[in-house]
Each structure stands twice: as structure tokens, then as C-alpha cells.
């Protein structure tokens, strides 16, 4: 999701900058202040969008590694930030933003175009963002860009609920075999979908204590794995969710056994659901979710930059890749 606005002259700012751990603070303010401006515009006055937690905030910076970008006013203020994403080819940006008093500076295109040429210099061949289906202004900002929609990604939520038997997960497992079995993540996601790489979001999840990844093993073979979080998205709160943000399976079938695990997991945790954003591309799993009990809580409408769509699998399976930190 990204506030932008309308040109206007007078706004002087330098950039890109790399973002650094020290500007976590002054980043969390311009991002609360820009999207509850984006929801008073929608008519939803009173809305204060909180601050979000520190450590999810470094997850996003030290996965996006030179991705990080941020402009500053002339006080040295940050005025706008984008974070831009590359799992192997595939490339996003979220989150982004631009403060609200320079909303009207010309300062969304700029931002939006550095993250392109970023992740194009990085080899992305997939490249898009996600932003809120209702807000006709951003969609209508980024295809003037060269975006394009795709479908509907959709937040669902499954109850958490122990089983006798938990899952196996890389955290549990001795640290000497953990570097083998992310390597087995790397080629199964690169068995579905060619390219794609979630080697860096397993390895941050377990070095920040963030949450886990659900390894889905059937004898030898692995079958599917799942990189969640458990640690709160807000600054402040308790733990609510087990957030699942990328989830790979070699057969749609596979899912009925995950998705029980991950709900096991989310109880075991102290969490009381599981959250998934499924794409929309995925039919079959959303209605297996629906059967098992989902409830919907959110949508947001993918869209990719001209010349870099999602490609289709390589194989019968599933790749849930989440474009929000």
C-alpha cells in the first residue's frame, strides 16, 4: 500500500538515501501520518493508523538491503520512503510513502520510479506493489505510471487450533542442518516458480526471532514449507496472529495438511489465528480455506509494472508470496 499525491512545485529534497536502523523512529511517523491522511481522504475520519513494531520495521530494511530508500526536506527530515523488495526475480515495493504536507511535490512518481529502477537493476522480472482496491486516485497514479491490475490478494483468517502432534519447524532443528534445508526451500519454490528465492525471508525470520518456518516433510522428501511471523505487527501489542508471508507447496493437496500445522503452530504460540493473503490466482485453496472455516478481513489489488507480470507455475502447486511486510 502506497499514500501518493498530485505534483506541486516548491518541495526541495534530496535522494535516495539508503534507509539506516536509526531512522526507524522518524519512518514509522511519516508512515502513520501518510496512511491516516489516505483514510481520511476516504472518508474515514478519525482513523490513526498506529506505529508499527520496531523489529518488523528492521525485518524490511535488512531484506531490502539497498532497496531501502528514503528522501529528505531540506532540515534533513524524511519527507518520503520506499522499501523495495527482490526474492530472486521476483520484485516489490511496500511499504511507501510520502509525508503529508508534500503530498502535492511530484515526490510519488520519483519514489516509485527509483524502486522500478531498483529492482530492474537487480534483475526482477516480476515487479508490482499492492495497494487498496477503493483508492481510485492510487490506481489511477500507478497505471499512469505503467501499472497494470492483476487480481485481488485476500487477507483470510483460520482459527487457531492444537493438535497431538506439531509440525516440524527450522528453529527446532539443530543449527548445523538448518543451512541443507533452506537450501530444499530454495529448490522447491524454484521447482514451482523458476527464479524465485525466499532463502533471505527464512533466514531473517529465524536470526531477528521473528516467528518460524514450517517445514512440510513426507519421509524424505519436503513437500511444502511456510515463513511465518509471530512477533505483533504493532508497536505495543500482544501477539494476535501467526502472519504467514510466504508459503510454498508442491500440490494443491499438500494444503490440507499444511494448513492444520500452521493452525497447530498459531495455538502452540500463544496466537489465537492464522493469517493468510492468498492470491487470487489460487481458487482452489481460497475455497478449501472457506470450507475449513476462513473468515475474509481484508483485500488489496495487485498490480504490476508494465513488461514484468507474475509468470505462470511451472508445475501443479502453490506459491503465496506476500507483498506487505
Known amino acids: 500500500m502506497a499514500p501518493v499525491g498530485r505534483p506541486r512545485r516548491g518541495v526541495a529534497v534530496s535522494g535516495p538515501h539508503q534507509v539506516a536502523l536509526a531512522d526507524i523512529a522518524p519512518l514509522n511517523q511519516v508512515f502513520s501520518d501518510a496512511f491516516s491522511e489516505r483514510y481520511r481522504r476516504d472518508g474515514m475520519v478519525g482513523v490513526r493508523v498506529p506505529f508499527l513494531n520496531p523489529a518488523i520495521w528492521r525485518y524490511a530494511v535488512e531484506g531490502a538491503g539497498g532497496g531501502a530508500m528514503l528522501w529528505r526536506d531540506d532540515r534533513g527530515r524524511i519527507v518520503a520512503f520506499n522499501i523495495a523488495h527482490h526474492s530472486g526475480v521476483e520484485g516489490w515495493m511496500g511499504p511507501l510513502a510520502v509525508r503529508p504536507d508534500a503530498q502535492e511535490a511530484g515526490l510519488g512518481r520519483q519514489i516509485v520510479m ?23 486516485d492510487n ?32 528453529g527446532r532443528l539443530p543449527a548445523a542442518e538448518r543451512g541443507e534445508w533452506i537450501e530444499r526451500c530454495r529448490d522447491l519454490v524454484a521447482s514451482v516458480r523458476p527464479g524465485y528465492d525466499f532463502s533471505r525471508e527464512i533466514h531473517l525470520t529465524d536470526n531477528l526471532a521473528l516467528g518460524d518456518t514450517l517445514l ?15 512477533a505483533p505487527l504493532v508497536e505495543g501489542r500482544m501477539r494476535e496472529e501467526l502472519r504467514v508471508l510466504k508459503l510454498v507447496a508442491a500440490s494443491m493437496d499438500d494444503m ?50 508494465r513488461g514484468h507480470p507474475e509468470p505462470p507455475l511451472a508445475r501443479a502447486g502453490v506459491v503465496l508470496s506476500n507483498w506487505e511486510i
Open 216 to 230: 512440510l516433510v513426507d519421509g524424505d522428501e519436503l513437500r511444502g514449507f511456510a515463513v511465518y511471523h509471530t
Open 256 to 305: 490440507d495438511t499444511m494448513l492444520p500445522q500452521l493452525a497447530d503452530h498459531a495455538a502452540r504460540s500463544g496466537t489465537r489465528q492464522v493469517a493468510l493473503r492468498v492470491q487470487g490466482q489460487f481458487g482452489d485453496l481460497y475455497r478449501r480455506l472457506m470450507n475449513m472455516g476462513a473468515r475474509v478481513r481484508w483485500t488489496d489489488l495487485r498490480m504490476t509494472y
Open 114 to 136: 527509483a524502486g522500478v529502477d531498483w529492482l530492474e537493476r537487480c534483475g526482477a522480472r516480476v515487479i508490482g506493489l499492492e495497494t487498496m482496491p477503493r483508492t481510485m
Open 139 to 170: 490506481i489511477g497514479f500507478y497505471s499512469v505510471l505503467g501499472f497494470e491490475p492483476e487480481r485481488l490478494t485476500i487477507t483470510v483468517t483460520l482459527p487457531a487450533s492444537m493438535r497431538q502432534r506439531p509440525g516440524m519447524l527450522l
